[in-house]
């Protein structure tokens, strides 16, 4: 039973345009969520990370968006740059307990 | 300075041997962990120790044997390796709380043959 999802395996954005990652949850318990950024041969990298009490949080390019009716929850990149191409895998976690991971989403800037 | 350190990083060995995986963080935290990411990319947690102490221990097979020395360390010891075991094994720490980031190690590709 999983979890955390993440239904689009691959994603192509041009340079310069807006990336968007999607993640859906099932758990409504789930309080805090997290996007990490992995490339390959390397572990993931932690991005940006949203708690249940807010529906945005902001680091520069990368914006993450909480909807908690539709347990939904988005990675924004804008611009996105060639550097940003990378697995982005998308967390969710109930108060202290395990990390859950979506299985990961390929984006692709193409120049 | 690399926060969260593994060696090897690759493992190639043949079935039925025993090996052992290393991972040690700088970090100061209090809370390490082991996943596996299988053939399908799914990243799945194996074991967390918080201050040497075993707290999350997912259904794994009793081959697998976690190991903390002291907060900064924690090996991952597998008996009787299995072709199934092959994967990418991946330590990460953190500070435990409820608004916790984990940190990643580089991960150890492990391939038996």
């Known amino acids: 039973d999983q979890q955390v999802k993440q239904n689009s395996p691959s994603l192509s954005v041009q340079e310069g345009r807006i990336s968007i990652l999607n993640c859906d949850y099932t758990n409504s318990m789930f309080d805090y969520f997290l996007w990490y950024k992995k490339y390959p041969a390397e572990g993931p990298t932690f991005l940006i990370s949203i708690s249940s009490i807010k529906d945005k949080n902001e680091d520069g390019r990368f914006t993450v968006f909480l909807n908690k009716s539709a347990k939904h929850l988005s990675l924004h990149i804008v611009p996105s740059q060639p550097g940003d191409s990378a697995v982005y895998f998308c967390a969710a976690r109930e108060g202290n307990e395990k990390l859950t991971f979506g299985t990961g989403t390929r984006l692709t800037i193409i120049p | 300075d690399t926060a969260v350190s593994q060696t090897p990083k690759y493992l190639v060995t043949q079935m039925g041997n025993d090996k052992s995986i290393k991972c040690e963080q700088n970090?100061?935290?209090?809370?390490m962990y082991w996943y596996k990411q299988d053939s399908k990319k799914f990243l799945k947690i194996m074991f967390s120790?918080?201050?040497?102490?075993?707290?999350i221990n997912e259904t794994v097979p009793n081959r697998f044997s976690p190991k903390s020395p002291d907060k900064a360390h924690l090996n991952l010891h597998i008996n009787s390796l299995e072709l199934g075991d092959s994967a990418v094994y991946f330590c990460a720490s953190s500070q435990r709380g409820i608004q916790e980031t984990q940190y990643f190690g580089p991960g150890t590709r492990l391939l038996v043959l």
């Open positions: 120790y918080n201050n040497k102490e075993l707290i």
């Open positions: 970090l100061g935290h209090d809370t």
